[in-house]
Every structure is written in structure tokens, then in C-alpha cells.
């Protein structure tokens, strides 16, 4: 009996989407999940007269394989993706590939990779982005871990993958170790970051404009034929058309709570620790957790003013401004997600394509959209590119978009509507085009209070000074100088 090419665990949704994607492309897989039952259905059910294999115990997975095998994990991340690779090792041999695709935080899958490869074995991590549909009809994969295994697993991933215009396929290998789940961290942070622009769009619309949501999906049903042409901007016009059963949009029914599961907030904490400003990503998580302090939000609605929302001007040129707006503070929070990808190779050794990450990201992920191509372009030209602003076409991009970007920014202070993101991304730009920066004066109130010295402008870079600013604190400086 032919065996099969992978085998998969873990029959949640996505697992048993991409099992239905390999097999339509050509491949055997066995599955195998804790609960028996699922394998049952699942084999009864939707996978019934295909190539697709149940098995019942890890034993008989394994054995079902071809060499090397290849076994996937498509389940919860934490304690029980190690629990998994512990019981996997003893019935795998030499060269055999422990595969997985669940949302795992890069350090753990740095430390698996070098676990498994010290057992003789092969490990990759990867992101897998598109959620379910993406799952079954072609998602954006991110794979990274021991490059020995990549030829194994190449043909699988790049046919079951989304592919771009050309063809070409949104999965390529990122790198070693945990840079697979790093890259589909970031990607996890930036689709926080253009959710909550396209919110805060939407709230000026609402609440400064005084919008309906059949306006605003007229509104976002344009922007997705323009330079906004994107996946979420998609789902927020068809969102905003949906009617409940009372023919009322359903989207005013919502909760205004979100969740998170995360990977947000693991981006910011590397940002944290890599020292890169990760401003609008930050605000994003930071506007989830406000979200879910409704109750307290009502109580303070009622205690704490401010100014009513008045719009006075031309609405239609309003709208043009939310749009450049939306626009140029999306590509501050690519920009800011790169300029991370960019300090954590450095820290980690990776060799990052970044022109071809974009291209990953191109097709079947959450975060696809046309914009994806430029910066593709953008990296292509410039391997080396310090920051996507310095780019010749985003730099025009921030010059023609930035007036109206001012006065929304500007309008919604007025008016007291938040904007976190998009004051945040406004904040960045303004930063990292001011050659002068007040930090001076910060460094001088450090060396104050604990001598932690400071450079001069008219000195050479890496020569510090202390100043004895009461007259008492005698020439003693603190050893330690972190920028």
C-alpha cells in the first residue's frame, strides 16, 4: 500500500482545511487527532473517497509515512506542542520532520528546533495566515527552522499555498530557527495595527460625519478599487452592507469589545526589547484592552466631558482626508513591523528576504493587498533599505497624503474622538524626520539625577561627559550608558 506523503494532527478547522487543500493537490496525508471521534467524522465525512488516511494512535501515524516523514502540528500553542514533539520523537527516526503550523512564539521555536535537531531530528515552525478559507483554498505560509528540511516540505507547502498574479507562491523559507514564527508575529502585529485604522476610519465616519453604514460602504466599496485594494478593506464594505433579521446592519449590534489571542502584544514586547518605536501597533494592542473595559467606559461616559462632535466643511473632501489618513498611517506601521524584522536579524542571525516577505504576503494571508507589491518593489531595489519611508514612491505616498492626514488628525482632537493610531503614526513620522529631537534635554536630566553622562554635538560620537550640576555631586559618573 502506498503510504502517505505528510500526516497531519490536530482536526480543529484549520487543520482539517488544509488537509482538504493537500489532498486536492495531489498528496496522500494520514491524520490523527487526540479525540478519536474526530478522525471517525472527519474520514466518514467530508474527507470521505479521498486520499486522506485516519489513523487512530501516533504509532500508527508515523508508520504510515513515507521517509522522510514529514508530521504536521496544527494544534494549540504552548505546553502542548511540547508535550506533542516529546511523544513524536521516540517513534521518528533520523532526518524524519516535525512540522508546526500553529501561532507558536518564535523563542519557543527557536528552543524546539534546537531540541528536536539534538534528538537527530528535523523541526520547522511556521506561520500559516489566510484563517480558515485561507486554510483550504490557499493561506500565506512563513516557514523557518532547520533549512535541512525545507526540500522535504517545499513542494507540499508551495503548491497548497496562495499564489500571486504570476504564480509565483506566497511561501518561501524565511530562515532559521524561530525567524518562520517571528515574521508571522510581525505579520500578526500589522494586521492589529490595520484593523484598528480602519476603525478609527470608520468611527470618524460615524460619529464627526454622522455617517449611516450603507454610506460607509459605499465609502470602503470605492476605497477597495483604489490604492486601499486590500483584503480588510474588503470585509469591512461587506461587513458594513449586512443586515440583521429586522433589516438593521448587524455591525451596530456588535459589542464594541474586541479580543485578542496575543500574537499583538508578543510584537510589541519584542519591539520592547529590540528598542524599535513600534508606536501603532502598540496603540492598536493598547485600543483592545480599552475596548474591554466597557463597563468602566459607560460609568466614565457619564462623569467625564468633552466637546460634542461638530463637522463643519465639505464632507467629501473629509472622506479624501480619513483616506490618506488610513493610507500613509499604514504604511508608518509597515514601515515600524520592517524596521523590527530588520533589528531582529541582526539579534538573531537571520538572513531575511524582505522584498520576498512581502511577496508571502502578497496572496492568501489577512494583511493582503495590492500595497504589498511596493514594498516588494521597494526592497528589490534597495536590499539594504533602512526604512520604507526612505523609499522614492512611499515617500511620495507621505508628501501627498500628509495635509489631509493633519487635519483629520487634527479634527478628531478637536472634536474628542480617539485616534490612537493614527496620532501614533502621525507622532512616528514627525520623530523620525526631526533631526533635533528634545532628547538633549532628557539625557541632561539623567546625568542630573544619576550621572549617567551624555555625548556632545561637539565632540566625537562614543565620548561621554558628566556635569556636576549642583556643584556637590563631585566627577563620579555611573559606569553604565544604555541608549
Not at 487526540?34 to 501515524?61: C, D, H, M
Not at 527552522?145 to 503548491?159: D, H, T
Not at 504589498?372 to 521597494?378: D, Q, V
Not at 542630573?448 to 563631585?474: I, K, L, M, Q, V
Amino acid at each position: 500500500m502506498k503510504k502517505s506523503d505528510i500526516g497531519l494532527i490536530g482536526l480543529a478547522v484549520m487543520g482539517e482545511n488544509l488537509v482538504m487543500n493537500m489532498e486536492s493537490k495531489g498528496f496522500t496525508v494520514s491524520v490523527y487527532n487526540r479525540t478519536s471521534q474526530k478522525v471517525e467524522n472527519f474520514v466518514n465525512g467530508r474527507a470521505k473517497g479521498k486520499n486522506i488516511v485516519g489513523t487512530y494512535s501516533l504509532e500508527e501515524l508515523v508508520s504510515s509515512l513515507e521517509k522522510p516523514r514529514k508530521v504536521m502540528m496544527m494544534i494549540k500553542a504552548g505546553q502542548a506542542v511540547d508535550d506533542m514533539i516529546e511523544q513524536l520523537i521516540p517513534l521518528m527516526e533520523q532526518g524524519d520532520i516535525i512540522i508546526d503550523g500553529g501561532n507558536s512564539h518564535f523563542p519557543d521555536t527557536a528552543r524546539r528546533t534546537a531540541y528536536v535537531e539534538s534528538k537527530g531530528l528535523l523541526y520547522i515552525g511556521t506561520g500559516v495566515s489566510g484563517g480558515e478559507e485561507g486554510a483550504l483554498k490557499g493561506p500565506s505560509m512563513m516557514p523557518g527552522g532547520s533549512p535541512a528540511a525545507w526540500e522535504s516540505v517545499k513542494p507540499i507547502f508551495q503548491s497548497i499555498c496562495a499564489k500571486v498574479e504570476d504564480g509565483t507562491p506566497c511561501c518561501d523559507w524565511v530562515g532559521e530557527n524561530g525567524a518562520g514564527h517571528f515574521v508571522k508575529m510581525v505579520h500578526n502585529g500589522i494586521e492589529y495595527g490595520d484593523m484598528q485604522l480602519i476603525c478609527e476610519a470608520y468611527q470618524l465616519m460615524r460619529d464627526l460625519l454622522g455617517m449611516s453604514a450603507d454610506e460607509m460602504h459605499e465609502v470602503f466599496a470605492k476605497w477597495n478599487t483604489e490604492e486601499l485594494d486590500s483584503y480588510l478593506i474588503e470585509i469591512t464594505r461587506d461587513i458594513l452592507a449586512y443586515k440583521d433579521t429586522d433589516g438593521e446592519p448587524i455591525v451596530n449590534k456588535i459589542l464594541d469589545t474586541a479580543g485578542q489571542k496575543g500574537t499583538g502584544k508578543w510584537t510589541g514586547i519584542a519591539a520592547l526589547d529590540e528598542g524599535i518605536p513600534l508606536t501603532l501597533i502598540g496603540e492598536a494592542v493598547f485600543s483592545r484592552c480599552l475596548s474591554s473595559m466597557k463597563e468602566e467606559r459607560v460609568k466614565a461616559s457619564k462623569v467625564l466631558s468633552g466637546p460634542a462632535p461638530v463637522f463643519e466643511g465639505d464632507r467629501a473632501q473629509f472622506i479624501n482626508d480619513i483616506k490618506n489618513a488610513l493610507f500613509a498611517s499604514k504604511i508608518v506601521s509597515y514601515a515600524q513591523g520592517y524596521t523590527l524584522m530588520r533589528s531582529a536579524a541582526k539579534t538573531y542571525g537571520w538572513n531575511l528576504n524582505y522584498g520576498g516577505i512581502a511577496l508571502m504576503w502578497r496572496g492568501g494571508c489577512i494583511i493582503r493587498s495590492v500595497f504589498l507589491g511596493k514594498i516588494k518593489e521597494a526592497y528589490d531595489n534597495n536590499p539594504a533599505l533602512e526604512n520604507l519611508l526612505l523609499d522614492p514612491y512611499f515617500k511620495g505616498i507621505m508628501e501627498s497624503a500628509q495635509a489631509g492626514w493633519r487635519r483629520v488628525c487634527a479634527a478628531a482632537l478637536t472634536n474628542g474622538i480617539p485616534l490612537p493610531a493614527m496620532t501614533a503614526a502621525l507622532g512616528y513620522f514627525d520623530g523620525y524626520r526631526c533631526a533635533n529631537l528634545p532628547a538633549n534635554l532628557l539625557q541632561a536630566q539623567r546625568d542630573y539625577f544619576g550621572a549617567h553622562t551624555y555625548e556632545r554635538t561637539d565632540r566625537p560620537r562614543g565620548e561621554f561627559f558628566h556635569t556636576n550640576w549642583t556643584g556637590e555631586g563631585g566627577d563620579t559618573a555611573a559606569t553604565q550608558y544604555t541608549v
